[in-house]
T-cell receptor, first 113, second 111 residues
C-alpha cells in the first residue's frame, strides 16, 4: 500500500491565484482530513469527510473548499490565495473502526506571495 | 484549545529510555490518550493510544496513571531517528472526533 499520498510537494502561488491540493489513500478508509501547520505551531483541522459525498468544516475552513466524490480522493481547493494561507498542508485518513488512529501524508508546502 | 500540557523540550542520550510526560487533568471518562510524533518536515506518525490500562507496541509503551490525569510515553531504547516533536492528545474514539494538536515536546536524542 502507498498509504496517503499528496501532490504537489511544493508550490508557490501569487496572491489571488487558485489551486487544488490533491490527496489520495489506498487503504479504503472512510474518514479523510485536511490540516494546515503554520511554522512552529501544531496542526489545525480545515475540513474533514466521513465518506464519499459527505464533508464538514473543521476549525479553520475559511478560504478553502473540499469535495469527496470517491472513497480514495479528497482534494482541497484554494480560491483567491492569500499570504495567510502560506503553510504546510497535511492530508490524513482513518478507518471506520478500530482505534481511529490517523495516517498522514507527507505534506504540501505552499507559499503565497 | 489542547487539553494537555507537555514540557516544550527534552533531551535523551542515545540507547537510553526516553520518558515523555503529559498532563491531562480534565480528561473525561470516555476520552483516550493518543500519542503522535512529527519528525522534521514530515507528516505526523501515530505511535500508540490507550484508555486506562498500560499499552505496549513495537514502537513504545504508554503508562497511564490510575486517576488518568497524566501519562508517560516511553521509548525504551532511543535512537537518533527518534528525534522529533511528540504530541499527546486526548479525544474520544470516532472518525469525527478531532485531533487537537498542541505544541508538543521536542525530543532531542544525543549521540
Amino acid at each position: 500500500n502507498a498509504g496517503v499520498t499528496q501532490t504537489p510537494k511544493f508550490r508557490i502561488l501569487k496572491i489571488g491565484q487558485s489551486m487544488t491540493l490533491q490527496c489520495a489513500q489506498d487503504m479504503n478508509h472512510n474518514y479523510m482530513y485536511w490540516y494546515r501547520q503554520d511554522p512552529g505551531m501544531g496542526l489545525k483541522l480545515i475540513y474533514y469527510s466521513v465518506g464519499a459525498g459527505i464533508t464538514d468544516k473543521g476549525e479553520v475552513p475559511n478560504g478553502y473548499n473540499v469535495s469527496r466524490s470517491t472513497t480514495e480522493d479528497f482534494p482541497l481547493r484554494l480560491e483567491l490565495a492569500a499570504p495567510s494561507q502560506t503553510s504546510v498542508y497535511f492530508c490524513a485518513s482513518t478507518a471506520l473502526a478500530g482505534g481511529y488512529e490517523q495516517y498522514f501524508g507527507p505534506g504540501t508546502r505552499l507559499t503565497v506571495t | 484549545d489542547a487539553k494537555t500540557t507537555q514540557p516544550p523540550s527534552m533531551d535523551c542520550a542515545e540507547g537510553r529510555a526516553a520518558n515523555l510526560p503529559c498532563n491531562h487533568s480534565t480528561i473525561s471518562g470516555n476520552e483516550y490518550v493518543y500519542w503522535y510524533r512529527q519528525i522534521h518536515s514530515q507528516g505526523p506518525q501515530y505511535i500508540i493510544h490507550g484508555l486506562k490500562n498500560n499499552e505496549t507496541n513495537e514502537m513504545a509503551s504508554l503508562i497511564i496513571t490510575e486517576d488518568r490525569k497524566s501519562s508517560t510515553l516511553i521509548l525504551p531504547h532511543a535512537t537518533l531517528r527518534d528525534t522529533a516533536v511528540y504530541y499527546c492528545i486526548v479525544r474520544r474514539q470516532g472518525g469525527s472526533e478531532k485531533l487537537v494538536f498542541g505544541k508538543g515536546t521536542k525530543l532531542t536524542v544525543n549521540p
